[in-house]
């Protein structure tokens, strides 16, 4: 990989041979676990300004209609986590002269509380092409770390480094855009929840702080409408809920012919829409004082391209009796043959990628895939010595006359990618030219833990891309699209619909990661006998299986919120995941304990999840800062009343300095709030909320199984306890 020092160029071409599709990841670690930024992406024209609105890539706008930049989402990694930019540079305009990568902070952190600052810069294959590191970061709260542009007919990398001390709107107000700043939405958001309404708004200027070739100034205004007024014809994201056709939101807008996105709740044709779609994950958008949906922390508000998305409460059916089901456009299989669960299930979701763009580009950007005219094939018999073999089917993408193509092998229930299979096909697509071979089951992929091994020849010129996907990120990706970002039709959106429901269905077989392993049993009983000890190796396939079953609430969690939700690694980067597993797997021998942390974007803070198997108990848990300003009781009172509704067994603690703080079930404490108080006058940092379950024993995902039991500890506790503390945040920023 080529290390680039601030403000060196490369050409693509003296890197790889297919510089046409590039994947940017920006990478950061914080030893709190709670340090996180927002990336984004700005084409600029020869003059260094966007050409329109449409230029600006971010959290709310994440993909151009053109394909050629998609903002992928966070993929954890070792140390934390990196956040993944797939660009198609064969599909970006002529008069697009310069594409900027950036990324920004947000409530007055600074990129000086991050370490490890990097950029990497891969091609389709996945091989690292260039690094650049940043380590002076300081007061800055945006930064633009590269940026690619065209030098005689190519395309070439430049390593920028330049700060900014005014965050993503001083970023963005240097090239020509008007953004809503963080804190002008938050005042707006509160207003609007107390009944108030908000007007037009616009960001001010950047400070330019370092680097070379730094863009200018100046620039034209992009109109940006904050909730409380009338809108016609336009997409008001954070609004407080969701309209699409004419109707009236919650908040107290008026739309006609607008789209209201990014609250959780949703009005379709005047018909409100609530949480909860039957076949759904049960974790809800987190719901505001009034009972609409509200996000916690508000996003900049742009005009956009008015989505589809499809509504969360079902119409009304026009059945005799709840025995008549309707019809499915994916019918389930009836036999339990796991070759035909197979055959279908990739029949089925290579259909609707073909047919539905946003959903196929979204699933193949990652993997170097150009934005293109896409087709699917199933069961493709291709000549390896002396008997052909057959993938489960072939993705072709094509652009401007080339052609891009993947191989997919498919498992699903509980069945393993076999070595040989898939070394055979990674063969063959490298004797062929093809692309990429994709794999397709309910495991989980970490880093450092390959779900297959094979060999890469690498006296081979043409290289291959090995890539994984797991049926819930299939699910995860279909969900955020039809829930929370929208798609161009109500087709593809009914489309999206009947393959989610496929993919839920318990004969489909792909209902993601479902089974601990053969050391779970063993190793459960050597901890309760006290009998296991350190070092042993079972121990550490139970902390990987633990590894991916907390990958997958972040999935399921981050498709149902809208919201990243990532595994929290408190490392610094370049450490070895064998040896923290291997670290991990000593503790899990001494204390009997299994423990996680899940960031999830927007939630006032950490989810921390333990599964103590000494005592067979699961301990879901927050810890949430205290309002600032006020008095003590006057904080605990008001904490008490926001989690009126709260499961009256929800253990409520004190967090102090110097020691442990008073705690209390809700129950106790509903009466007598006081109770919350240090006797000694301490000052109080915050408040620790947790839940406690029972632990499901056996390995699978069975009503009884432990599987089934994390996840229904990690529902219960957003839908009954997180939910409430929006309310929390919006008083302790009063």
Not at 471 to 487: M, N
Request: charged share 25%; with cysteine.
């Amino acid at each position: 990989m080529h290390e680039m020092p601030k403000g060196a160029n490369v050409a693509l071409s003296a890197l790889t041979e297919r510089p046409g599709a590039v994947v940017a990841g920006l990478s950061w670690s914080s030893a709190a676990g709670d340090g996180d930024a927002d990336v984004s992406v700005i084409l600029l024209d020869e003059n260094g300004k966007v050409r329109d609105d449409g230029d600006f890539y971010f959290y709310n706008q994440p993909a151009a209609k053109d394909g050629s930049v998609q903002l992928l989402g966070k993929t954890p990694t070792p140390d934390g986590s990196e956040d993944r930019i797939g660009i198609d540079l064969t599909a970006v305009a002529p008069d697009v002269a310069r594409i900027v990568v950036a990324a920004s902070r947000y409530g007055g952190a600074r990129f000086g509380d991050l370490a490890d600052l990097r950029l990497t810069l891969s091609d389709g294959s996945g091989e690292a092409l260039l690094g650049f590191s940043i380590p002076d970061a300081g007061a800055e709260t945006a930064f633009i770390f590269g940026e690619l542009y065209r030098r005689d007919a190519e395309w070439k990398f430049r390593a920028v480094g330049q700060g900014y001390d005014s965050g993503l709107a001083g970023l963005a107000t240097d090239f020509g855009i008007a953004v809503v700043d963080d804190e002008e939405e938050e005042a707006a958001a509160e207003v609007t929840a107390d009944g108030a309404g908000a007007g037009e708004s616009s960001a001010g200027h950047g400070t330019d702080a370092a680097g070379s070739d730094g863009p200018g100034d100046g620039g034209s205004v992009v109109t940006a409408i904050v909730v409380g007024a009338a809108v016609t014809g336009a997409e008001v994201v954070g609004a407080g809920a969701a309209v699409t056709g004419t109707g009236t939101a919650d908040s107290g807008t008026a739309a006609a012919g607008a789209a209201v996105v990014g609250a959780g709740a949703a009005v379709v044709g005047g018909a409100v829409a609530a949480p909860g779609a039957p076949g759904a994950p049960t974790v809800p958008a987190q719901a505001g004082p009034a009972g609409a949906a509200t996000p916690a922390r508000p996003r900049a508000v742009r005009t956009a391209k008015k989505k589809i998305t499809v509504p969360r409460a079902a119409r009304k059916s026009l059945a005799e009796n709840e025995s008549w089901r309707p019809a499915r456009l994916f019918p389930l299989p009836l036999t339990k043959s796991d070759r035909e669960r197979e055959a279908r299930a990739t029949s089925v979701l290579l259909a609707v990628m073909a047919e539905v763009p946003e959903f196929g580009r979204r699933l193949t950007a990652g993997f170097g895939a150009p934005a293109g005219r896409m087709q699917t094939f199933t069961e493709v018999a291709l000549p390896h010595g002396e008997s052909p073999r057959r993938p489960d089917g072939v993705i072709r993408v094509e652009r401007a006359g080339k052609l891009w193509t993947a191989l997919v092998e498919t498992k699903t229930n509980g069945n393993p990618l076999r070595d040989d299979q898939v070394q055979d096909y990674m063969d063959i697509a490298a004797r062929r030219g093809y692309e990429a071979v994709i794999t397709l089951s309910n495991d989980v992929a970490l880093e450092g833990s390959p779900l297959v091994n094979v060999k890469l020849d690498g006296r081979r010129k043409h290289k291959v891309g090995l890539w994984h996907l797991s049926w819930a990120e299939v699910a995860q990706h279909a969900q955020l699209l039809i829930r929370h970002e929208g798609v161009g039709s109500a087709a593809h959106a009914w489309l999206l619909q009947e393959l989610l429901h496929y993919l839920h269905h318990e004969n489909s077989g792909c209902h993601g990661f479902q089974n601990m392993g053969p050391a779970w049993v063993p190793v459960r009983t050597g901890i309760e006998a006290e009998t296991l000890s350190s070092g042993d190796p079972r121990a550490a396939e139970v902390v990987e299986s633990w590894e991916r079953l907390v990958r997958q609430l972040c999935l399921r969690l981050g498709g149902e919120l809208g919201q990243k939700a990532l595994p929290v690694q408190r490392a610094r980067r370049g450490g070895d995941p064998e040896a923290r597993r291997a670290e991990a797997a000593d503790r899990l021998c001494a204390e009997g304990r299994l423990s996680a942390e899940i960031r999830v974007d927007g939630s006032p803070g950490i989810l921390g999840l333990t599964a103590d198997l000494r005592t067979g108990k699961l301990r879901t848990s927050m810890d949430v800062p205290a309002p600032e300003g006020g008095y003590p009781l006057t904080a605990a009172k008001r904490l008490v009343r926001i989690l009126a509704e709260a499961p009256a067994d929800l253990h409520v603690e004190t967090l102090v300095e110097a020691n442990n703080g008073p705690r209390g079930t809700l129950e106790r404490l509903r009466p007598e709030p006081g109770d919350l108080l240090p006797r000694d006058g301490a000052p109080i940092t915050g408040f620790r909320l947790s839940l406690f379950k029972g632990m499901g024993g056996a390995r699978g995902n069975t009503e009884s199984g432990f599987i089934r039991s994390v996840g229904e500890s990690v529902d219960r506790f957003y839908t009954t306890v997180v939910v409430h503390l929006a309310q929390l945040q919006r008083r302790s920023r009063v």
